[in-house]
Nanobody, 111 residues
């Protein structure tokens, strides 16, 4: 059974950067569709970024330019580089592939 485990979250100040990682137990990050979602306190789950095929990527309006999704297929790892972080980015971040979801990791942006 495929499992996804997020890491790299924590507390950062506004304007700071953070890189999230999502490690897969199987080779599921080769060329398939993989996404990052997030859920802020009291808010609905929000789609943020996707990577598919060799290099196709797309982002939500809220994270475009500031966030970058990437993956290392050899390491079976998905990444989300987050720059210029804002308090509004505070949320639990989840990686997702097909029917598999990670357990989520907290990102808090506060001064």
């Amino acid at each position: 059974q495929v499992q996804l485990v997020e890491s790299g979250g924590g507390l950062v100040q506004p304007g700071g950067s953070l890189r999230l990682s999502c490690a897969a137990s199987g080779s599921i990050f080769s060329t398939g569709v993989v996404d990052w979602y997030r859920q802020a306190p009291g808010e609905q789950l929000e789609w943020g970024a996707v990577i598919s095929g060799v290099s196709y990527t797309a982002y939500s309006v809220d994270v475009k330019v500031r966030f970058t999704i990437s993956r290392d297929s050899a390491k079976n790892t998905l990444y989300l580089q987050m720059n210029s972080l804002k308090p509004e980015d505070t949320a639990v971040y989840y990686c997702h592939q097909d029917t598999t979801w990670g357990r989520g990791i907290q990102v808090t942006v506060s001064s």
